[in-house]
């Protein structure tokens, strides 16, 4: 219920009695699903507030982090165009899961950051002033660029006018006329109705739960688990779920007042269980796989012992030698001997080069290290087998932790290695990526590559680069607000376009250089191709990355 539009609501009403006067200091994203915004004061520098908007499969819901240190690496610069605007107001969209961080200087609103909170198909979305008309706001980056629809949704149009009147209701049903309620707040209607559920009652109850969304300033957020599943709640979770079976029983962990302080309550209580039994269960498999390996080599090495301990009989082979010297002919191959171990004739193989007594010494030499080999067998064994009662207490061990922390300090002491443990980890940027003088330049891999870099992470303000007139990697060097790029910074960038080109090993190399908003891909064209409208040429020497 934390995408519930009674409670972002609530949690934009909350919005704008915080950050309204704020000032957007930096956008940023470390994964393709979080993006993470960070406020100042002005009138107190040291005062700041930061925005998490979390959007993965697992959970969609934004939370409020008081500080966050952010990653030296693997790091992006989003919506660049609004570091240093301030925020003039929240706008909460009617009936809508939507509400928009309204930016500019005075009255005039420029751009307006919507968080559009549908659940898997949740977004963030830039808007700006029109260059015709200066009053409407045009689409002009998005987050998610999976939501491709999201490019043409028309701000003014967010707010959605419904018809909620007793005579709606009676004639259209409460799904119809009430969208904005979701399943949760229906089953709970549905325990408020007597057994007839007769649709006065029902409208009677739907009119008693409106004035108690409508008193913003006084409503109850639950935190609760219910099948080990962590959820939040704008009503009290046991009014909705009273009539069900006892096993799904209820506990409430949290109930605050406070909407943002619920988001945090929720988004910690979730990730606490989430990450916990997510990083449990990876660590358990690689532990597993290991147990696993580790029991194929016993399983190999006892049949390894067995086969050793059943091979030819070097020793008594010997033995029988050395009593029968005399009746080895010269250079033979072979000879039949009478086997005084099993009372029967056998056959000894022989080395045709070397007497008798010479290949009795052969033997015996094998069949000490036939006993080496086995020695060295039974050693192993017992190594594999302690290591295998150790990956059984292991198992045993991480399968009772609560503590997301202590699981991970058991994990490091004991030296587990699993990957992909962290969800939040960043993900690495699927191009070449470079700092150089504080501004991050980044270089396509493959034509392909070159038109997700061009297309999808470059925004108007950057500055794209490109070896003139022969094929290459795109290169886009990140805009900071307010600093214009360094004639250094370019040269280095330009370096860069030239030496990832097919002019890699020419002494100088033309590289264009222009502002990304004079790029465009025509439509139908190749993999990487663009077209330029406007350019500047310099000349430089390809070279390799040098900080």
Request: proline residues 3%.
């Amino acid at each position: 219920m934390q995408n519930n539009y009674y409670f972002i609501r609530s949690l934009s009403n909350e919005l704008s009695k915080q950050i309204v006067g704020f000032e957007i200091a930096t956008i940023f994203s470390q994964n393709k699903d979080e993006l993470l915004i960070g406020l100042i004061d002005n009138d107190n520098p040291e005062t700041e507030f930061w925005i998490r908007a979390t959007f993965t499969p697992e959970l969609t819901t934004l939370s409020f982090p008081q500080t966050f240190a952010r990653a030296k690496r693997n790091s992006i610069e989003l919506f660049d165009s609004l570091i240093g605007k301030k925020i003039t107001s929240i706008r909460q969209f009617n009936n809508e899961r939507a509400f928009g961080i309204e930016l500019g200087e005075g009255k005039n609103n420029n751009f307006t950051l919507l968080f559009k909170l549908f659940g898997n198909r949740s977004n963030i979305i830039l808007f700006s002033a029109s260059e015709e008309e200066e009053n409407k706001l045009e689409v002009e980056a998005i987050f998610q660029h999976k939501l491709q629809a999201d490019w043409e949704i028309i701000y003014e149009d967010l707010d959605r006018s419904l018809e909620q009147e007793k005579e709606d209701f009676l004639e259209n049903g409460i799904k119809k006329i009430f969208p904005t309620f979701g399943k949760d707040i229906i089953k709970y209607l549905d325990n408020k109705v007597d057994e007839n559920k007769s649709l006065e009652n029902y409208w009677n109850e739907i009119e008693k739960l409106l004035n108690y969304f409508e008193q913003i300033e006084k409503l109850d957020f639950y935190i609760f688990l219910k099948k080990e599943e962590v959820k939040l709640f704008i009503i009290n979770p046991n009014e909705v779920f009273q009539k069900e079976n006892n096993k799904d029983k209820i506990e409430i962990l949290h109930k605050t007042n406070n909407a943002i302080e619920a988001c945090n309550l929720f988004y910690l209580e979730f990730s606490r269980r989430y990450y916990l039994l997510k990083e449990k269960n990876a660590a358990l498999k690689a532990i597993e796989k290991r147990h696993r390996q580790t029991q194929n080599y016993i399983d190999k090495t006892l049949k390894n012992i067995e086969k050793a301990e059943n091979k030819m009989r070097y020793e008594e082979f010997g033995h029988i030698l050395m009593a029968n010297l005399h009746a080895v002919e010269p250079r033979s191959k072979s000879v039949e001997l009478f086997d005084f171990y099993t009372n029967e004739q056998i056959t000894i193989p022989l080395k045709d080069n070397l007497t008798a007594q010479k290949n009795a010494e052969l033997f015996y030499r094998k069949a000490k290290n036939q006993k080496l080999e086995i020695d060295n067998l039974y050693q192993n064994l017992e190594k594999k087998e302690e290591q295998l009662r150790l990956f059984e207490s292991q198992l045993e061990e991480i399968t009772h932790f609560e503590s997301l922390k202590e699981m991970r300090k058991f994990l490091k002491e004991n030296k587990i290695k699993v990957t992909n443990l962290q969800e939040n980890e960043p993900d690495e940027l699927p191009f070449k990526v470079f700092e150089y003088q504080d501004f991050q330049i980044l270089v396509g891999k493959n034509s392909k590559n070159n038109d997700l870099l061009t297309q999808k992470f470059a925004y108007k303000e950057d500055l794209w680069l490109h070896a003139r007139g022969v094929a290459g990697s795109h290169v886009v060097i990140k805009y900071r607000a307010g600093k214009p790029f360094p004639k250094s910074v370019i040269e280095k960038a330009a370096q860069l376009a030239a030496y990832y080109s097919k002019r890699k090993t020419d002494s100088l190399c033309p590289v264009i250089v222009t502002p990304k908003k004079y790029v465009r891909k025509p439509k139908g064209a190749a993999l990487g191709a663009v077209v330029v409208e406007r350019e500047d040429v310099v000349m430089v020497e390809p070279k390799e990355f040098e900080s």
